[in-house]
């Protein structure tokens, strides 16, 4: 996954969720969930590369910093419970989109199998 229309495609795939723009900044795009209005993933580039920040559980936080390059600490988020991922090819999209996922399940209050069996993942 390389592009914001990538990851904003498979966002918005989520139930209930919509597209949004609050800082009346073309660079950041947000999808949130409609029924609490949090956002699970945030789109924007930065120093010439397109970034995501999405929400991470502080168990999984240091796992996914630790094993890919491109994900540090969320910018302008608290470190602890959020992940930048650079998509720059180096994550393999499986890993982008079960972290989206993640994000998702954690913003909307979901439990993480019933996230994910609305997106045809199988149980690991």
């Known amino acids: 996954m390389k592009t914001r229309e990538e990851a904003l495609q498979y966002g918005l795939s989520f139930p209930n969720v919509y597209r949004d723009t609050p800082f009346h900044d073309d660079n950041w795009v947000l999808v949130r969930c409609r029924s609490n209005r949090k956002a699970f993933l945030w789109t924007y580039e930065y120093e010439g590369t397109m970034r995501i920040n999405i929400k991470v559980d ?5 796992f996914w910093r630790q094993t890919y390059e491109a994900v540090l600490p969320g910018y302008h988020q608290n470190k602890e419970h959020w992940n930048t991922v650079i998509l720059d ?12 996922a993640e994000s998702y399940d954690l913003v909307a209050g979901r439990k993480k199998e019933e996230g994910r069996k609305l997106h045809g993942e199988k149980k690991s």
Request: aromatic letters at 6%.
């Open 58 to 62: 502080p168990a999984w936080r240091d």
């Open 89 to 100: 090819d180096t994550v393999p999209d499986e890993d982008v989109k079960r972290m989206i």
